[in-house]
T-cell receptor, first 115, second 114 residues
Framework: AQSVAQPEDQVNVAEGNPLTVKCTYSVSGNPYLFWYVQYPNRGLQFLLKYITGDNLVKGSYGFEAEFNKSQTSFHLKKPSALVSDSALYFCAVRDDAGNNRKLIWGLGTSLAVNP | EPEVTQTPSHQVTQMGQEVILRCVPISNHLYFYWYRQILGQKVEFLVSFYNNEISEKSEIFDDQFSVERPDGSNFTLKIRSTKLEDSAMYFC????????????FGEGSRLTVL
């Protein structure tokens, strides 16, 4: 069965420091992996995706994520955090097995960047 | 930049009442989705829609739910007889293709069932 885990409910980081938001997944086929961000009282916004190719994916707002097949992980990273990065971050996966198109979501990680 | 728009932003209704949530997807998109997020819980897939029919639905999407694309722009989610547990944020999304590209989400409609 497909599943996504975001092991940390909350991540706190000081402005200017690197940040990592963790995500691990489980699928039966090959994974399509996504990160979305949700700012307060806003909808979900796409950040980046991994489909195939280079394991390091770059996305919006300076974020990047590294696909690690052996560890079944897709951690979100940013070299230098901004206060404005404070938001809720969701990892999602879609399985390429079968004909389904639905995304399976993690519970989300609340990122707080302190000035 | 094109965006998905949803109305209403917040609706309060009595249990047993019918609710219609409306979405205007991005104009050249062909695939449409409804997701929901109960407060403090995961975002959950409800249904996907393509070529004027449901292409996939979850166990949550029972007979109380229906979707429709009544004209060329709107995509609606109807809940026939709301229950307390239907209280959630409902997100509409659209995508250009059914391939694993990005979904564009609306800002959500918060439904409160009393």
């Amino acid at each position: 069965a497909q599943s996504v885990a975001q092991p940390e409910d909350q991540v706190n980081v000081a402005e200017g420091n690197p940040l990592t938001v963790k995500c691990t997944y489980s699928v039966s086929g090959n994974p399509y992996l996504f990160w979305y961000v949700q700012y307060p009282n806003r909808g979900l916004q796409f950040l980046l995706k991994y489909i195939t190719g280079d394991n390091l994916v770059k996305g919006s707002y300076g974020f990047e994520a590294e696909f690690n097949k052996s560890q079944t992980s897709f951690h979100l990273k940013k070299p230098s955090a901004l206060v404005s990065d404070s938001a809720l971050y969701f990892c999602a996966v879609r399985d390429d097995a079968g004909n389904n198109r639905k995304l399976i979501w993690g519970l989300g990680t609340s990122l707080a960047v302190n000035p | 930049e094109p965006e998905v728009t949803q109305t209403p932003s917040h609706q309060v209704t009595q249990m047993g009442q019918e609710v219609i949530l409306r979405c205007v997807p991005i104009s050249n998109h062909l695939y449409f989705y409804w997701y929901r997020q109960i407060l403090g819980q995961k975002v959950e897939f409800l249904v996907s829609f393509y070529n004027n029919e449901i292409s996939e639905k979850s166990e949550i999407f029972d007979d109380q739910f229906s979707v429709e694309r009544p004209d060329g722009s709107n995509f609606t989610l109807k809940i026939r007889s709301t229950k307390l547990e239907d209280s959630a944020m409902y997100f509409c999304a659209s995508s250009v293709s059914g391939n694993p590209g990005e979904l564009f989400f609306g800002e959500g409609s918060r439904l409160t069932v009393l």
